[in-house]
């Protein structure tokens, strides 16, 4: 009964500031904060909240922020509607105070404040106090421009949101998500934001361009930076792009892990092979170890929480994957007997094999003689090359999965593997090292496998062909197998990049032609190359130029081991 009287004693508050007692608010609060009960009915009067509604619906998707922006978008209303009502409100001045006093409350018992809008809001309440806002410079630009949004039109509110959050973020919309709010704007009526509406080019070209691929991402950075002696917290900060370039090495370090060769050897890496069409681009090779940073702490935690997905992922599909590891295992092991049975015996030299001389004429097969001199057995060094842009990003536990699988297979058949992925962020082709040739039975960092970025093939695959190479012994076998999606791009488009020539871009026809190149090299080093490609039909033509006959198509990724299972049967019986 108390609490059926509480609920209509703070409606009837939303009721009567928002005069009008047919809507039914999804929210309310209890007495104690009758402040935002005044605060809820007003915004109700006076705010078109369907437009709103749909202003969060074009922020939403795909936007790890989305949160964050609604709460930021919710507290200027507040701010708007409370700058409004103290012009004839008494007591509300007072109200806000007290519930000021319950926000910060939650404040004093955080060691740090876990997002963006955290600090605002903890900055937003402090000021009611007429304290100084505590946080770094950009925080503050940010919280200013904010609250100077003066606005009661409710499609200017949200154009200056819009364009405020644009500034201080690297976010990125569909372009018909970019038409629509621009209908919406001008028409003053909401529209619809839902992601099924858009073409499957239009999102998948989103999802390659998003990040820079991340995503979102804020334009200077999102950063846990040392506050400074007056506090001695980990705050985010956002930085601009005057210190840009003096963070980049620092970002993809924070952001990937440490560097696992020496500085001197990345350098000599780059000098040979950034050079073209990729000059001046950087190479980073991880194995994902993190340095004890405030921003390194930041990412780890997020690739913890990817990698413990993919961790889950392997072990429910655990009965699963094992069939699939003894299947392949038995593929290879019965070509590998054939294989030695067929060439350690059956020579074109030695004694007449007289049940298969008929071959000699009719088949022209001129191996119809025993010999006792056996050749050196065969030796195999896999690469399986992973594409780990953000076109990876919804199927990344399965992509761990697969990668599992056939990891665990060669162990079993003592076939040496190495396993990779690469993406491109900003200027760095990053390769993260999950396991290497020497690590049998070492497979639990694939677990580790996370997509982001976009991906300049051709300088991978160049890096990859060295890198094989290292290995100078004539009688080894040397595979390649590379998953992809089939489109090159590492296109720079977002605010950050607003001066990059068309002439750089590394995009389509450029980067198809450049990539193919390497592939044809890769060939002619005697390197056994397969392509298995993930892409949509248009990409399919893309696919053939860039590795002619040597690539296969699968539409689910859980068939990646099998296709791997017909290739080496393939490669050790031809």
Same mark, same amino acid.
């Given at each position: 009964?108390?609490?059926?009287?509480?609920?209509?004693?703070?409606?009837?508050?939303?009721?009567?500031?928002?005069?009008?007692?047919?809507?039914?608010?999804?929210?309310?609060?209890?007495?104690?904060?009758?402040?935002?009960?005044?605060?809820?009915?007003?915004?109700?009067?006076?705010?078109?909240?369907?437009?709103?509604?749909?202003?969060?619906?074009?922020?939403?998707?795909?936007?790890?922020?989305?949160?964050?922006?609604?709460?930021?978008?919710?507290?200027?209303?507040?701010?708007?509607?409370?700058?409004?009502?103290? =012009?004839?409100?008494?007591?509300?001045?007072?109200?806000?105070?007290?519930?000021?006093?319950?926000?910060?409350?939650?404040?004093?018992?955080?060691?740090?404040?876990?997002?963006?809008?955290?600090?605002?809001?903890?900055?937003?309440?402090?000021?009611?106090?007429?304290?100084?806002?505590?946080?770094?410079?950009?925080?503050?630009?940010?919280?200013?421009?904010?609250?100077?949004?003066?606005?009661?039109?409710?499609?200017?509110?949200?154009?200056?949101?819009?364009?405020?959050?644009?500034?201080?973020?690297?976010?990125?919309?569909? =372009? &018909?998500?970019?038409?629509?709010?621009? &209908?919406?704007?001008?028409?003053?009526?909401?529209?619809?934001?839902?992601?099924?509406?858009?073409?499957?080019?239009?999102?998948?070209?989103?999802?390659?361009?998003?990040?820079?691929?991340?995503?979102?991402?804020?334009?200077?950075?999102?950063?846990?930076?040392?506050?400074?002696?007056?506090?001695?917290?980990?705050?985010?900060?956002?930085?601009?792009?005057?210190?840009?370039?003096?963070?980049?090495?620092?970002?993809?370090?924070?952001?990937?892990? #440490?560097?696992?060769?020496?500085?001197?050897?990345?350098?000599?890496?780059?000098?040979?092979? /950034?050079?073209?069409?990729?000059?001046?681009?950087?190479?980073?090779?991880?194995?994902?170890?993190?340095?004890?940073?405030?921003?390194?702490?930041?990412?780890?935690?997020?690739?913890?929480? &990817?990698?413990?997905?993919?961790?889950?992922?392997?072990?429910?599909?655990?009965?699963?994957? @094992?069939? /699939?590891?003894? =299947?392949?295992?038995?593929?290879?092991?019965?070509?590998?007997?054939?294989?030695?049975?067929?060439?350690?015996?059956?020579?074109?030299?030695?004694?007449?094999?007289?049940?298969?001389?008929?071959? /000699?004429?009719?088949?022209?097969?001129?191996?119809?003689?025993?010999?006792?001199?056996?050749?050196?057995?065969?030796?195999?060094?896999?690469?399986?090359?992973?594409?780990?842009?953000?076109?990876?990003?919804?199927?990344?536990?399965?992509?761990?999965?697969?990668?599992?699988?056939?990891?665990?297979?060669?162990? !079993?058949?003592?076939?040496?593997?190495?396993?990779?992925?690469?993406?491109?962020?900003?200027?760095?082709?990053?390769?993260?090292?999950?396991?290497?040739?020497?690590?049998?039975?070492?497979?639990?960092?694939?677990?580790?496998?996370?997509?982001?970025?976009?991906?300049?093939?051709?300088?991978?695959?160049?890096?990859?062909?060295?890198?094989?190479? =290292?290995?100078?012994?004539?009688?080894?076998?040397?595979?390649?197998?590379?998953?992809?999606?089939?489109?090159?791009?590492?296109?720079?488009?977002?605010?950050?990049?607003?001066?990059? #020539?068309? !002439?750089? &871009?590394?995009?389509?026809? #450029?980067?198809?032609?450049?990539?193919?190149?390497?592939?044809?090299?890769?060939?002619?080093?005697?390197?056994?190359?397969?392509?298995?490609?993930?892409?949509?039909?248009?990409?399919?033509?893309? /696919?053939?130029?860039?590795?002619?006959?040597?690539?296969?198509?699968?539409?689910?990724?859980?068939?990646?081991?099998?296709?791997?299972?017909?290739?080496?049967?393939?490669?050790?019986? @031809?």
């Amino acid at each position: 009964m108390t609490d059926t009287f509480e609920k209509l004693r703070a409606m009837n508050v939303i009721w009567d500031y928002a005069g009008d007692y047919s809507i039914f608010p999804k929210n309310y609060y209890p007495m104690d904060e009758n402040y935002k009960n005044i605060i809820e009915g007003f915004k109700f009067k006076n705010f078109r909240l369907d437009l709103f509604s749909s202003f969060f619906s074009y922020l939403k998707n795909d936007n790890p922020f989305f949160e964050e922006f609604k709460n930021i978008s919710l507290l200027l209303l507040d701010d708007l509607a409370f700058r409004k009502l103290k =012009e004839r409100n008494l007591v509300i001045e007072d109200l806000r105070k007290s519930y000021a006093n319950f926000i910060l409350n939650k404040y004093r018992y955080k060691k740090e404040t876990e997002n963006v809008f955290e600090q605002i809001e903890k900055a937003y309440y402090e000021k009611v106090f007429g304290r100084t806002i505590k946080e770094g410079k950009i925080v503050r630009d940010f919280y200013k421009e904010l609250f100077s949004i003066n606005t009661y039109k409710s499609p200017e509110i949200i154009k200056d949101l819009d364009v405020l959050f644009k500034k201080y973020f690297l976010f990125e919309r569909f =372009e &018909q998500y970019n038409e629509l709010f621009d &209908q919406m704007i001008e028409e003053e009526k909401p529209k619809n934001f839902d992601k099924e509406d858009l073409d499957d080019s239009e999102i998948e070209k989103n999802i390659n361009d998003q990040f820079e691929i991340q995503s979102a991402e804020f334009n200077g950075y999102i950063y846990f930076e040392e506050k400074k002696k007056d506090t001695n917290k980990d705050i985010f900060i956002f930085e601009g792009d005057d210190k840009k370039n003096k963070r980049e090495d620092n970002f993809i370090e924070d952001f990937y892990g #440490k560097l696992s060769i020496s500085k001197k050897r990345q350098e000599l890496l780059e000098r040979e092979l /950034a050079k073209g069409i990729h000059k001046g681009k950087k190479l980073y090779f991880t194995n994902g170890e993190y340095t004890d940073s405030p921003n390194a702490r930041f990412n780890q935690k997020i690739r913890k929480k &990817q990698s413990d997905k993919n961790k889950k992922y392997i072990e429910i599909n655990l009965s699963i994957n @094992n069939r /699939a590891i003894n =299947e392949l295992k038995r593929t290879i092991e019965n070509s590998l007997s054939n294989y030695e049975e067929d060439e350690l015996y059956r020579k074109n030299y030695g004694l007449l094999d007289s049940i298969n001389v008929w071959k /000699a004429e009719i088949l022209n097969d001129s191996k119809i003689f025993f010999s006792n001199n056996k050749d050196p057995k065969p030796k195999f060094q896999i690469d399986l090359l992973i594409d780990g842009s953000a076109s990876q990003i919804k199927r990344q536990e399965v992509v761990a999965d697969q990668a599992y699988i056939i990891a665990s297979a060669m162990d !079993k058949v003592n076939i040496p593997i190495r396993i990779m992925s690469f993406s491109t962020l900003r200027d760095y082709t990053v390769f993260n090292l999950y396991r290497d040739y020497k690590d049998k039975g070492k497979n639990d960092k694939i677990f580790n496998f996370f997509a982001s970025g976009s991906n300049r093939d051709g300088l991978a695959f160049k890096t990859i062909h060295k890198l094989i190479n =290292e290995n100078m012994d004539e009688n080894v076998r040397k595979i390649l197998i590379i998953l992809s999606d089939g489109r090159p791009n590492d296109e720079k488009h977002n605010i950050n990049n607003v001066n990059a #020539k068309i !002439k750089d &871009q590394y995009i389509e026809k #450029k980067a198809v032609d450049d990539t193919a190149k390497e592939i044809r090299k890769l060939k002619s080093d005697r390197i056994s190359v397969l392509g298995v490609f993930t892409g949509e039909d248009e990409d399919i033509e893309n /696919a053939k130029l860039i590795y002619g006959t040597d690539f296969c198509r699968i539409t689910k990724l859980e068939n990646f081991s099998k296709v791997v299972s017909i290739y080496m049967k393939n490669i050790m019986t @031809n």
